[in-house]
């Protein structure tokens, strides 16, 4: 499944079930916020990885989240190369 294609699930999914009530946030605010924490997360395992191994990790399967912000970007102090 594409990134495009998960994020229109994934807003569906808020909408279907009115999670987007609580905050009263659109939906696709909330499904790129979503996205950007499993980005942030794939970065965070990858850090801790390469502090472990010390062995830098392949390259991400996922792409970063779109302009302006990327989570493998905090890899960088670990040495890390986007590449």
Request: proline letters at 11%.
């Given at each position: 499944?594409s990134e495009?294609?998960?994020?229109?699930?994934?807003e569906?999914l808020?909408?279907?079930?009115?999670?987007?009530?609580?905050?009263?946030?659109?939906d696709y605010?909330?499904a790129?916020?979503?996205?950007n924490?499993?980005?942030?997360?794939d970065a965070?395992?990858?850090a801790?990885?390469?502090h472990?191994?010390?062995?830098?990790?392949a390259s991400?399967?996922v792409?970063?989240?779109?302009?302006?912000f990327d989570a493998?970007?905090y890899?960088?102090?670990w040495?890390?190369?986007?590449?």
């Open positions: 499944m495009t294609s998960f994020r229109a699930e994934l569906k808020i909408n279907c079930q009115s999670m987007e009530n609580g905050s009263n946030t659109p605010v909330l790129a916020f979503l996205m924490c499993l980005f942030a997360f965070a395992t990858k801790r990885d390469l472990r191994t010390g062995i830098a990790p991400p399967s792409p970063g989240p779109g302009p302006g493998r970007d890899l960088a102090p040495g890390y190369n986007k590449g």
